[in-house]
């Protein structure tokens, strides 16, 4: 349906997964099969959901995938949050990611909306 590749909101997921990755490599390692492992789970499926909506037969199914990357786009923020709390992140690296997040969320409401 979509060259999902071309699409500026997979892009940017894509860059976010990317962040997520290095600011994770710094984390204990008691946090390798916590927090660290939820975190990069939650990263990788921005992209994926979009990738796979993209590739989906029609534009209900396509706003689905959306919204469950959106979903798990404020679920990787609260989990940098919980980072932040725990001193594994930095306040400007919270700040950040937190503001790529918020475009990335308003990126996929725009895309969704457009789509009905």
């Excluded at 916590?34 to 396509?62: C, D, H, T, W, Y």
């Excluded at 725990?86 to 969704?112: A, P, R």
């Amino acid at each position: 349906m979509h060259q999902y590749k071309e699409l500026k909101v997979w892009q940017k997921a894509m860059s976010i997964t990317k962040l997520t990755y290095q600011l994770c490599a710094g984390f204990p390692d008691n946090e390798r099969y916590g927090l660290v492992s939820q975190m990069r789970r939650a990263a990788v499926s921005l992209p994926s959901n979009i990738a796979e909506g993209a590739g989906r037969n029609s534009k209900p199914e396509f706003r689905q995938f959306l919204a469950i990357a959106n979903g798990s786009a404020y679920e990787l923020e609260t989990q940098f949050l919980l980072a932040a709390s725990f001193g594994y992140v930095s306040e400007e690296n919270l700040n950040t990611i937190s503001s790529q997040l918020t475009e990335l969320q308003k990126m996929l409401f725009g895309l969704q909306k457009s789509l009905t």
